[in-house]
């Protein structure tokens, strides 16, 4: 079974965000995401962002996270970000726009 994945608008800037290299690796990871959306680690509840429900996956080692929603109904893995994991940067941005959805 083969999974749809898409990029919200915020997640495709912060694609097009990131150098040549970075997109390289990054477009690796979104690719294996479409064989198996299970792949990253499952989020939790952390102080400042209830990410409950979507997952984690690193690329370029562990300095990245590409952050996702996995809908099952049609589907389709939904990017929601994608940036530095340092000092939880990442994880801020994303809980900031799955407030907004």
């Known amino acids: 079974m083969t999974w749809r994945v898409e990029l919200t608008e915020d997640a495709e800037r ?26 990253g680690e499952e989020l939790h509840n952390r102080p400042g962002s209830d990410l409950r429900g979507y997952y984690k996956l690193y690329f370029n080692g562990t300095r990245y996270r590409i952050v996702y929603r996995i809908e099952n109904d049609i589907l389709v893995v939904l990017i929601i970000g994608i940036g530095q994991r340092a000092h939880g940067a990442v994880y801020r941005m994303v809980a900031g726009r799955a407030t907004e959805e």
């Open 14 to 39: 912060d694609f097009v965000a990131l150098d040549g290299s970075l997109r390289k690796l990054a477009r690796k990871k979104l690719a294996k995401l479409e064989e198996n959306p299970y792949l």
